[in-house]
């Protein structure tokens, strides 16, 4: 008999367990807990691996646990309980020690939610210091290796270690100069516009949210730039267009115009990512707490 490593077992992975128990589904389980499907999925196959059962198997439209998962219901619940236990006496007092965090966050995130959370940190007596460094389509080695402790992205990594939260759904948008031109009406007047678009310093490229479009359509960008600010100088005075949240009506691109695009394309996630070392720390539990509130306050 396969003997069961229960150090590969984490709080994490419990918590995915019970939820995927309690919705019968993998879908409804990311989206109850606000992460993405994939990292649900990797998350039960870790799970597998380590118990040696499939747990749920597919049924019709969702998935029936096994007679191994309903026995380990309660056990599990129990460990979360005590997990929890462990934490909730833990002393924290922000205005006591200095909070230092470097956050991977592209520009929209970074200007939505960042000032007003420092203003009000500082207005506290709160010592809080942030760095910021661009996160592209991130890489989960930038958290492991510690080179930042916090992203804010709307591509979020998977990996065991790597913990996420849906911060903000929001759906893409046309943003154009309505002094210079209509936005496109249709899908081919859409692809046959001159488009700016973002390509992050690794090369890869912001139409990545685009999902279920077949992007091979679209005209070759007339303008790429490696950040979102620099968008609105280019379409400003120009018939050209480019496709964003519509968040970024409330940061970079404020002072342009904005449609919703002619066809039709699934909205946008910003998601909060960390790594598993940050996960129960007090000071980096309250920064999370902060930028959920301010989160919860965006417009879309």
């Known amino acids: 008999m396969r003997k069961i490593d229960f150090t590969d077992l984490d709080g994490k ?4 367990f019970l939820t995927i128990l309690e919705e019968n ?13 994939s990292a649900i999925s990797h998350t039960l196959g870790r799970l597998r691996q380590v118990l040696g059962d499939p747990l749920f198997v597919r049924s019709g439209q969702g998935l029936t646990p096994t007679e191994r ?17 462990l934490t909730e006496e833990r002393p924290f007092d922000p205005l006591s020690e200095q909070i230092e965090v470097k956050i991977a ?10 000032p007003g959370l420092l203003l009000t940190a500082r207005a506290e007596g709160v010592r809080l210091r942030m760095e910021f460094i661009p996160s592209g389509v991130p890489d989960p080695d930038l958290l492991r290796s510690d080179r930042c402790q916090l ?20 759906p893409l948008m046309v943003f154009y100069d309505a002094a210079h031109r209509d936005p496109p009406q249709n899908w081919r007047a859409y692809c ?13 490229n912001a139409r990545a949210v685009m999902r279920g479009v077949d992007q091979s359509q679209i005209r070759p960008p007339v303008v790429t730039l490696p950040h979102f600010n620099a968008i609105p100088p280019f379409v400003k005075g120009s018939d050209l267009i480019s496709t964003d949240t519509a968040l970024m009506k409330q940061g970079p691109l404020a002072d342009l115009d904005c449609a919703p ?26 920064l999370r707490g902060r930028i959920e509130t301010i989160a919860a306050t965006l417009q879309t």
């Open 192 to 204: 046959d516009s001159d488009h700016v678009e973002v390509r992050f310093t690794d090369g890869r």
């Open 151 to 170: 992203m804010l992205t709307p591509l979020p990594p998977d990996g065991p270690d790597i913990f996420q939260k849906r911060l903000v759904t929001s």
């Open 25 to 37: 589904s993998v879908s409804k389980a990311a989206d109850r807990l606000g992460v993405t499907q």
């Open 261 to 286: 695009l002619p066809f039709e394309c699934d909205p946008v996630s910003i998601y909060m990512v960390w790594h598993q070392r940050s996960a129960n720390d007090p000071a980096h539990r309250w």
């Open 105 to 114: 966050a592209n520009d929209m995130p970074r200007e939505l939610i960042f």
């Open 69 to 85: 998962a309903l026995s380990l219901k309660e056990p599990v619940q129990r460990v979360l309980d005590n997990m929890r236990a």
């Open 13 to 16: 992975v419990l918590r995915v």
